[in-house]
């Protein structure tokens, strides 16, 4: 996927922003009851040399037809001069349905 997104303030127009990037995701079960999807993500603002990408692995587990148990794990990065940000994040979750 490819996509690009465009800003724009009504207040201070310089403050107009222009972006692109492009984005995967790829799934597969590998039980009847367990799935995992790993996926990536990259995005470039036009006006600066401000860019992000995103790297995530998520394993999914049905343990009833309404209850559902995940575990994560995702890796940002953040390229803003002067600052640079990386974040590494584990995900536990517990989804029920009504």
């Known amino acids: 996927m490819f996509f690009t997104s465009a800003r724009r303030h009504i207040i201070d127009p310089a403050d107009n922003e222009q972006s692109f990037g492009t984005g995967l995701a790829w799934g597969w079960r590998l039980t009847p009851h367990t799935r995992t999807i790993l996926g990536g993500q990259w995005q470039q603002y036009q006006s600066s040399d401000d860019q992000w990408w995103v ?12 209850i559902r148990a995940l575990f994560g794990y995702r890796y940002f990065q953040r390229e803003l001069s002067p600052d640079n940000i990386q974040e590494n994040r584990l995900q536990f979750g517990l989804q029920a349905q009504f």
Not at 55 to 66: I, M, P, Q, V
């Open 55 to 66: 790297g995530s692995c998520l394993l999914e587990h049905n343990l009833s037809r309404y």
